[in-house]
């Protein structure tokens, strides 16, 4: 069997040596979790919520170790990482409260002449076989909101890392399978996206549901290899932050950058496009750019680190271009721009055009861009003026701003007085466009991972 190494992102030290699962061993893990549905649909809830309590202990105790290893097998600083350790801790809580509360409802049926003799219940049961699918930036916690809502609303569950960081997903899996559920319900499964095993496994009827991020092309890889299925998709997004005249700068400027360059900008709601009324832009530049300036780079395992690595240097360079690219079509670079080996200093470029790749596409890098706007109908088509809809941001302290931002901005969230970069992990988190469709956060991704089943009887 095929080997994969792991490798410290910083250091290049290989962390792990796993099997890459081919053709022979995907259909046994398939197999596997097939058997493990009935072993989780029929644990009572009491006991899953124990499970689920008992995991959360476990990370808890764990909690520095795991962090640094999401720091060496992805290259987050540990401060973000300590974070993300505690993000997956709040989910199995959450995980365990919603496990003993997915109920239904009783449906009145005399609303029909017909229905006078008849009484009619709903609840939702579970679709079978959930195949997760996470990406390298949040390995601990995008894996947390594939297999815990998967197991809350009794389905088996195989969990399909980023073969660049699988080892904190594959942490996780054992120790929900340490703390009660069944074996064959929490499966992992390691292989390339693009190999045949992948291809195999998405035409398999016995996959019920594919709960993806990723990449809008793989997305569409996945449509075109799946046979037909309920499919959840998280695509990514290029978000925009507009700071209007009336805010906070200073707190502004502060939450700004940190949305920009937090983990290195490799996250899918942070920060790359701001927009700024055109009153504020001198000394909200100059704000960002102090800031930024006191960023530090450096080893992520190193608490005071606010820069780690990119994920690969090859992405590095890629990134390095992208900001060449950006200057040489007309935009002025204020802040950062430099590239040494794997890391990209944080990055700042002003008045870029709407045609660069730093405008249009989704860059997860250090790097954003900064926009100017006359009216606030100006930084609102200029916001929407993305093939993307995750999340946005603005601030104001006029209600009525907010009022219609909250209206014309056309994301799955908009927030005010905040940036896109804030999650709450039980929020309906989901976009619009070709950010994707369906929705994270525990119960509103049991609901996802369910169906409604009807019982109707006649008295």
């Not at 410290?8 to 398939?30: A, F, G, P, Q, S």
């Not at 959840?232 to 932050?241: F, R």
């Not at 080996?341 to 405008?359: A, E, H, M, Q």
């Amino acid at each position: 069997m095929e080997k994969l190494e792991v490798l410290d992102k910083y250091n290049d030290t290989v962390l792990e040596v796993l099997d890459l699962h081919d053709m022979d061993k995907v259909r046994e893990i398939v197999e596997t979790a097939v058997r493990g549905r009935q072993q989780i649909r029929d644990m009572p809830a009491w006991r899953k919520r124990d499970a689920f309590l008992s995991s959360a202990e476990a990370v808890a105790k764990k909690k520095r170790e795991i962090a640094l290893l999401i720091s060496s097998e992805s290259g987050k600083p540990l401060k973000n990482s300590l974070t993300e350790v505690d993000r997956a801790i709040t989910n199995l809580n959450n995980a365990a409260s919603e496990a003993v509360h997915h109920d239904g409802s009783v449906i009145p049926m005399d609303t029909d002449s017909r229905g006078d003799s008849y009484l009619a219940s709903w609840k939702r049961v579970p679709l079978g076989t959930v195949l997760g699918i996470t990406p390298f930036n949040d390995p601990l916690n995008m894996a947390a909101h594939k297999v815990l809502p998967a197991l809350a609303s009794g389905n088996s569950a195989i969990l399909k890392p980023s073969t660049l960081a699988p080892i904190s997903a594959i942490t996780l899996a054992g120790i929900l399978r340490d703390s009660g559920f069944p074996e064959e319900s929490v499966q992992t499964l390691i292989a390339r996206g693009d190999s045949t095993a992948m291809s195999a496994l998405f035409g398999m009827d016995e996959i019920s549901m594919i709960s993806f991020t990723g990449s809008y092309e793989t997305a569409g890889s996945i449509f075109r290899s799946s046979v037909p299925r309920k499919i959840t998709m998280e695509l990514g997004g290029n978000c925009p932050v507009i700071v209007w005249d009336d805010s906070d700068l200073d707190v502004a400027a502060e939450k700004v950058c940190d949305a920009a360059f937090e983990s290195q900008g490799q996250n899918c709601i942070h920060t790359q496009r701001i927009i700024l009324s055109n009153e504020v832009e001198e000394y909200f530049t100059n704000r960002m750019i102090e800031i930024t300036s006191g960023l530090r780079v450096g080893d992520p395992h190193d608490i005071s680190t606010d820069i780690g690595p990119m994920i690969s240097e090859s992405k590095a360079v890629e990134t390095a271009g992208t900001i060449l690219e950006s200057v040489e079509d007309g935009g002025e670079l204020v802040s950062g721009g430099q590239r040494e080996g794997r890391f990209i200093r944080p990055t700042i470029v002003r008045n870029v055009s709407r045609k660069s790749r730093l405008w249009m596409d989704e860059i997860f890098a250090p790097v954003c861009c900064i926009s100017l706007a006359k009216s606030l109908n100006e930084a609102i088509d200029l916001a929407n003026d993305t093939s993307y809809g995750l999340q946005a941001g603005i601030f104001t302290s006029d209600l009525n701003v907010a009022r219609i931002a909250s209206e014309k901005l056309d994301f799955g969230t908009v927030l005010i007085n905040e940036t896109s970069d804030f999650r709450i992990d039980s929020m309906p988190f989901g976009g619009m466009k070709r950010s994707g469709f369906g929705r994270e956060g525990m119960r509103y991704a049991m609901d996802e991972m369910s169906t409604v089943k009807l019982t109707v009887i006649r008295e």
